[in-house]
C-alpha cells in the first residue's frame, strides 16, 4: 500500500525509528492510532468551509517529531468539495497525508463495481511481495490484467491467476503514471448504468487503485 512502511522501520540521518507495527511485521497509515480515529478541535468556520485541527506529540507511534497539523474542507460555488492539508513540524519527519475516499459511481450500497469502466495513463505498475510491500520493480503493464490503456471494466480481468492479483487479492497496486511530472489527467472512472464519471488529475508520479 502506498502507506505501508515495510518492517515498520526507517532511518534518517543514521537514526532508525522503529514505528507500530499494526500490518503483521509492517506500519499501515503511521500506525495503531489513526489520526482519523481521534477528537479533532474545531480551529475555524466560514460560511462554506471548517478547518480542524490536530497536534501529534514527538514519538507518536514512534515517529520523531511533534506535529501540528490542520485540515480545512471547503463547500465552492461550483458544488465542489476542495480539502487542503496544512502540517508544521519541529523535526524532519515523515507525513503523507490525504483523505481515503472510495467511490461507487452507482450509488452507496448499489452493489458491485466490476461493471465500471476504468482508464488509467501508465505503462507500468509497482509489484508487491506476499506483504504488498513493493519489490522495487516497475513491470509493463502490456499483456498483463494491469494493462488499462485503453478503458475496459475493473471486472474483466479481476479474476485472472496473475500473481500480483492473486497476491493482492484483486486490484491494490500503484501504477506509474506517464505525466512526468505534469498536471494532467491520469486516470477516469465511469459507470454506464448511471452515466456518472470522475476525472483524476494529479502532477505526482504514481496513482493507488483499490
Known amino acids: 500500500h502506498a502507506n505501508r512502511i515495510a518492517k515498520g522501520t526507517f532511518t534518517y540521518e543514521g537514526i532508525c525509528y522503529q514505528l507500530d507495527k499494526n500490518n503483521g511485521n509492517n506500519n499501515l497509515h503511521s500506525g495503531l492510532d489513526f489520526w482519523s480515529f481521534r477528537v479533532w478541535n474545531v480551529k475555524e468556520t466560514t460560511e462554506n468551509s471548517i478547518t480542524f485541527s490536530l497536534h501529534s506529540p514527538d514519538g507518536d507511534q514512534g515517529f520523531p517529531g511533534a506535529v501540528d497539523v490542520d485540515v480545512t474542507y471547503t463547500l465552492t460555488d461550483e458544488n465542489s468539495i476542495v480539502i487542503d492539508y496544512h502540517a508544521t513540524t519541529d523535526a524532519d519527519t515523515p507525513i503523507n497525508m490525504t ?4 467511490f461507487n459511481l452507482d450509488g452507496h450500497d448499489s452493489g458491485t463495481v466490476r461493471n465500471q469502466v476504468l482508464w488509467i495513463d501508465s505503462d507500468s505498475f509497482t509489484p508487491t511481495d506476499a506483504e504488498l510491500i513493493p519489490t522495487g520493480e516497475l513491470v509493463p503493464v502490456e499483456g498483463t490484467p494491469m494493462d488499462f490503456r485503453v478503458e475496459k471494466s475493473i471486472g474483466q480481468d479481476l479474476d485472472e491467476a496473475y500473481e500480483p492479483l492473486l497476491i493482492a487479492r484483486g486490484y491494490d497496486h ?35 487503485v483499490y
Open 99 to 102: 483523505n481515503h475516499s472510495y
Open 174 to 208: 500503484n501504477w506509474v503514471l506517464a505525466n512526468e511530472g505534469e498536471f494532467k489527467k491520469a486516470a477516469e472512472l465511469k459507470s454506464c448504468e448511471s452515466g456518472i464519471a470522475m476525472e483524476i488529475f494529479t502532477d505526482l508520479p504514481g496513482i493507488q
